[in-house]
T-cell receptor
Framework: DADVTQTPRNRITKTGKRIMLECSQTKGHDRMYWYRQDPGLGLRLIYYSFDVKDINKGEISDGYSVSRQAQAKFSLSLESAIPNQTALYFC????????????FGPGTRLLVL | AQSVTQLGSHVSVSEGALVLLRCNYSSSVPPYLFWYVQYPNQGLQLLLKYTSAATLVKGINGFEAEFKKSETSFHLTKPSAHMSDAAEYFCAVSASNNNDMRFGAGTRLTVKP
């Protein structure tokens, strides 16, 4: 089984809808991250969490919110989706004290019409 | 804040030829540097990382990278390309005192028969 899982893997939604992307990990890591990937822009950090009670904004947090329900679960919400949020979204995990290495899930492809 | 620049969004080599993917970084504190690979429809997989130990870092699949502080570079090389190396490659930097990882825009490697 994969260490970092994301659901759904693909999602089509309409402008204005609220959607949630979920991430779970079995690696026992304390840190979790949400990124979006756009062609030609690489990955950009949306939010990150260093433990259940710690949530931090990344480069591009506007229009997004997150919830760290447990050490193993970190969800990303789009409160009112807009077309320019169409992207590939990745969840990642990391462990404090391991030189910053992050481990990525398989991604969620989101299309906002 | 730290950042990376990947020179060349597309690189094409023949099978058996040298692979050279370029990455330059900017960081105000000692950096940790990473190369990740992304195969089609998959998440990112760690190839190798530099964390202030040996400047020549060996990774998986025959790849290696050399940290050159004077040139602020961390180029990725492989002596002989294989068809299975075709993928997108991302260079990333994080500061040694936090986990805020910044990614380059990516380089797509094509390997010709």
């Amino acid at each position: 089984d994969a260490d970092v899982t994301q659901t759904p893997r693909n999602r089509i939604t309409k402008t204005g809808k609220r959607i949630m992307l979920e991430c779970s990990q079995t690696k026992g890591h304390d840190r979790m991250y949400w990124y979006r990937q756009d062609p030609g822009l690489g990955l950009r950090l949306i939010y990150y969490s260093f433990d259940v009670k710690d949530i931090n904004k990344g480069e591009i947090s506007d229009g997004y919110s997150v919830s760290r329900q447990a050490q193993a679960k970190f969800s990303l919400s789009l409160e009112s989706a807009i077309p320019n949020q169409t992207a590939l979204y990745f969840c990642a995990t990391g462990q404090t004290g391991t030189s910053g290495t992050q481990y990525f899930g398989p991604g969620t492809r989101l299309l906002v019409l | 804040a730290q950042s990376v620049t990947q020179l060349g969004s597309h690189v094409s080599v023949s099978e058996g030829a040298l692979v050279l993917l370029r990455c330059n970084y900017s960081s105000s504190v000692p950096p940790y540097l990473f190369w990740y690979v992304q195969y089609p429809n998959q998440g990112l997989q760690l190839l190798l990382k530099y964390t202030s130990a040996a400047t020549l870092v060996k990774g998986i699949n025959g790849f290696e990278a050399e940290f050159k502080k004077s040139e602020t570079s961390f180029h990725l090389t492989k002596p002989s390309a294989h068809m299975s190396d075709a993928a997108e490659y991302f260079c990333a930097v994080s500061a040694s005192n936090n986990n805020d990882m910044r990614f380059g825009a990516g380089t797509r490697l094509t390997v010709k028969p």
